[in-house]
């Protein structure tokens, strides 16, 4: 029988977790004010606004009577799931977040959680990352995850530390130039 026409169970297993990195050991999951306000505004408007329109849409498409061949109440259900999927990981994740204010250290040369660094590796290219949560991170701005192995090679060291960062490649060593925090708001 093809794929295409097997029943999709409503209530079949799902892993919510699916595809991002796991949290350490420990279950903290570090994230700035700033992520920590995005993830609860993402998660208030899946629940006050996407999740309404889509419960009305699947509610009318039930009432049109056969529901085996009516794609707006299959599609609906099925986006139904996504949402509730990603509301279940998104509280989740904040009942675990700890919040971390990255411009208590401003003015340290040591590497902490929110720091941004530049360093040179050993091909002499100078790179700059920002150091942050899991869930609020992105890689086309340089931000990386403090799990990461970037970070954890960089986490606690100073300014014009010579570090050993083990890479797929291998051993490449690199060299802290600078280390930035925000600055503080009055």
Excluded: C
């Excluded at 109440?73 to 996504?82: D, F, V």
């Excluded at 660094?117 to 949560?133: N, P, Q």
């Excluded at 899991?134 to 530390?161: F, M």
């Excluded at 291998?170 to 802290?176: S, V």
Aim: proline letters at 6%; hydrophobic letters at 35%.
């Amino acid at each position: 029988m093809s794929k295409a026409f097997t029943k999709e169970s409503d209530d079949a297993p799902e892993d919510d977790d699916a595809g991002l990195p796991p949290l350490p050991g420990g279950g903290k999951n570090y994230i700035t004010g700033a992520g920590y306000t995005r993830l609860r505004a993402e998660l208030m408007d899946l629940i006050d606004n996407e999740r309404p329109k889509i419960v009305d849409v699947v509610h009318w498409a039930a009432s049109n009577g056969d529901r085996s061949e009516n794609g707006d109440y299959i599609y609906g259900k099925k986006r139904l799931r996504e949402i509730d999927r990603r509301i279940r990981f998104l509280t989740r994740r904040l009942e675990i977040a700890v919040v971390a204010d990255p411009s208590l250290h401003f003015g340290n040369d040591q590497i902490f959680f929110g720091a941004t660094v530049t360093y040179v590796d050993g091909a002499g290219k100078e790179r700059t990352v920002t150091i942050l949560g899991i869930d609020e991170v992105d890689n086309l701005k340089g931000e990386i995850s403090w799990i990461s192995p970037v970070a954890r090679t960089l986490l606690k060291a100073r300014e014009g530390d010579v570090l050993e960062l083990l890479t797929p490649q291998g051993r490449d060593e690199i060299e802290i130039l600078r280390v930035q925090y925000p600055a503080p708001s009055p």
